[in-house]
Structures are given as C-alpha cells and as structure tokens.
C-alpha cells in the first residue's frame, strides 16, 4: 500500500494518474496547501523541501519519496510499467520527463504567478514566461508530428508532461496552430485512469471552464498563499 500525500495541483496530479495507470492501491492524503500543512513537522519528516506530492510506500519499510519526477520514475521502475527497460528507450522517457521538470512546469509556474497570481501585472515577466511555455509548446508538438506519444510507447513522460500541458488556458498560453499538441491532449485525456487520476483530489475549479470571478478568487486565495506559505522555511 502506498500513501499518497498531494494537492490539486499539476504535480499532484502527475503522481495520481501514474498510480491509477499503474493500477497500484493507494490511499490518497489531502494537504491544505493554505493553511500550510505542508510545512508541519510530521509532513517535513517526509519531505524535508514542504512541497507536495510525496509517497509513502509501506510495502518497502515506509520508504518516503519526494519530488514527483522522482516519484515516477519510482513508480515505474518498482512495478516495469511506463518504462522501457532498454537503455536508449529508458533514455528516451528520462530525457522527455526531464523536459517537463526543467522546462515545462517552471516556464509554466511563472506565467502563472505573473499572469494569475502577482496584483501588478508586470508585462515584460508576462511576455517573458508566456512566451518561454509557448516556445516549450511547439517543441512538443514538433516532437508529437511524428510520434504518438513522446518517448515511443505511453510512459511517464507523458503523463508528467500532460499535466502542465492540459493547464495552458490558466497560464494564459494558446495551442492554437498546434495540432499535434491538441490530439495528444485529448488522446490521453480519454484515458479513464487519467480521469480517475484528475479526481485524486479533484481541482476547486476545472481549468478550462473557469468563470472571471471564480478565477479571481482562486487566484487571490493562491497569491496568499505565495506570499504567507510557499515561501515559508
């Protein structure tokens, strides 16, 4: 059994959707990022940096991962799944997986504070990271022109990917004039375990659909906690 401590976030849900995929029993914890459980004693014991996800695999001494890159590739190797066993097609997924935590979710991250979240909208930080993702974007979607998923058959790199990559109206960034980018996204948004995995826990608000005013507030409550939480040692 595993124990899955997370949030509605892109990185929680990464880690969701791999353990729905890989059909492995888990029993979800959710943290109140707001009130900053995330920072408590007893969750610093598992994840010294206070971010979420982490997991808890009880099957192997209560051994504690965190960082939800780390916690795929852990996933993946624990169970052969999601993961090619060669070494150029381990490399492959590995090189993907690593675009996404280099590049994908912190371009994506920024434009969310400086489009979403910062009360004074600093155009040039805004341009600055919009554009950085939207570069990312085409990337990806010169790299789906030729393949069905990003790194030969559906792995974690995808999964890892996707979940920033299906949040581009909150970052404020377009996929217009990406076609490829587009059918991946609703190809693996078709996927149940994705669906389940999207529900563990679910978002206060689904991105796609948010109204002006639900987006304010979610915003305005995100800025506090930025500004009083995340940041916190």
């Given at each position: 059994?595993?124990?899955?401590?997370?949030?509605p976030t892109p990185n929680g849900h990464k880690v969701s959707i791999a353990l729905e995929e890989l059909g492995l029993p888990y029993t979800l914890h959710t943290l109140e990022l707001?009130?900053?459980?995330?920072?408590?004693?007893?969750?610093?014991?598992?994840?010294?940096?206070?971010?979420?996800?982490?997991?808890?695999?009880?099957?192997?001494?209560?051994?504690?991962?965190?960082?939800?890159g780390a916690i795929l590739v852990y996933l993946a190797e624990k169970?052969?799944?999601?993961?090619?066993?060669?070494?150029?097609?381990?490399?492959?997924?590995?090189?993907?997986?690593?675009f996404q935590m280099g590049g994908i979710g912190p371009m994506m991250g920024q434009a969310n504070v400086f489009y979403r979240?910062?009360?004074?909208?600093?155009?040039?930080?805004?341009?600055?990271?919009?554009?950085?993702s939207r570069r990312l974007f085409r990337v990806l979607d010169g790299r789906l022109r030729d393949h069905e998923f990003l790194a030969g058959d559906y792995s974690?790199?995808?999964?890892?990917?996707?979940?920033?990559?299906?949040?581009?109206?909150?970052?404020?960034?377009?996929?217009?004039?990406?076609?490829?980018?587009?059918?991946?996204?609703?190809?693996?948004r078709a996927r149940p375990a994705v669906e389940k995995g999207l529900?563990?826990?679910?978002?206060?608000?689904?991105?796609?659909?948010?109204?002006?005013?639900?987006?304010?507030?979610f915003s305005a409550a995100a800025r506090t906690m930025l500004e009083t939480g995340q940041s916190r040692n």
């Open positions: 059994m595993i124990d899955l401590y997370s949030a707001n009130q900053n459980q995330q920072k408590e004693d007893w969750f610093l014991a598992i994840n010294p940096n206070g971010r979420i996800p982490a997991i808890v695999d009880r099957a192997e001494d209560n051994f504690a991962v965190f960082e939800s169970t052969g799944q999601l993961m090619p066993q060669g070494a150029k097609g381990r490399s492959q997924v590995m090189q993907w997986l690593m979240y910062f009360p004074e909208k600093i155009q040039p930080a805004i341009d600055r990271y919009q554009g950085e974690i790199a995808d999964i890892a990917n996707w979940a920033w990559v299906r949040t581009h109206k909150w970052s404020g960034v377009s996929i217009e004039e990406l076609p490829h980018l587009k059918r991946w996204i609703d190809t693996i529900q563990m826990p679910p978002s206060p608000r689904e991105l796609s659909g948010t109204s002006e005013e639900e987006a304010a507030k």
